[in-house]
């Protein structure tokens, strides 16, 4: 008898071909890039660039984008804690099953709790997840407000923003850090990305 959470009677299925055969097929080692940050920091704009400069080196990646997920497998969530803390189970699950399938899976969510992303750090293989913090300023994040939603969770017509009125819990050990500049300058996207491709490259992702 085998009982999984509210299941019981479930057993593994292993299955012929294994990640390492499809690694070899891909050239590649499969992995998460977990990129988190406040609302406008960059995440979504990383996540593109990082995207289409591994595509343009040969390299299979899949961006998961936070926005984009609550259009469809998360649209039955809000923004309550219990329901953030779904939403990144949720896409954690689906990020290790990118990887296992050989993927570079770039996973942009504000993800604000500490505790939610762990977990999804302890559900993956050593080393594969690799948590990139985009350590922007409050107020340069207010200031782009792309989406005018900081202008509306000042006026308290949105509640329960992160920054604003939730918390956010910077990572206490991430892999990669991305900060402005001496001069108070943000990187470029393309500088962003390098700083995860060269990381990428270090430890061996990019090569079987
Ligand atoms: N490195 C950067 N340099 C200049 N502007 C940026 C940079 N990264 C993001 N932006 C701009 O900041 C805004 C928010 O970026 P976005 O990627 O949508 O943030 P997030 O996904 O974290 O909410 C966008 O208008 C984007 O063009
Ligand atoms: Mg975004």
Request: hydrophobic share 35%.
């Amino acid at each position: 008898m085998s009982a999984v959470g509210k299941s019981a009677n479930i057993f593994w299925q292993e299955c012929p071909v294994g990640k390492l055969d499809r690694q070899k097929l891909l050239k590649q080692k499969g992995c998460v890039v977990w990129i988190t940050g406040l609302s406008g920091s960059g995440k979504s704009t990383l996540a593109c660039t990082l995207g289409r400069e591994l595509h343009s080196r040969g390299k299979l990646a899949y961006v998961l984008d936070g926005d984009n997920l609550r259009h469809g497998l998360n649209k039955d969530l809000g923004f309550s804690a219990e329901d953030r803390a779904e939403n990144i189970r949720r896409v954690g699950e689906v990020a290790k099953l990118f990887a296992d399938a050989g993927l570079i899976c770039i996973a942009s969510l504000i993800s604000p709790y500490r505790k939610d992303r762990d977990s999804c750090r302890s559900i993956l293989p050593d080393l594969s997840f690799i948590e990139v913090f985009m350590n922007m300023p409050l107020d340069l994040c207010e200031a782009r407000d792309p989406k005018g939603l900081y202008k509306l969770a000042r006026a308290g017509k949105i509640k329960g923003f992160t920054g604003i009125d939730d918390p956010y819990e910077p990572p206490l050990n991430c892999e990669i850090e991305i900060q402005e500049e001496e001069n108070g300058v943000c990187p470029s996207p393309c500088a962003m990305a390098g700083q995860v491709v060269g990381y990428l490259e270090e430890k061996g992702f990019l090569q079987v």
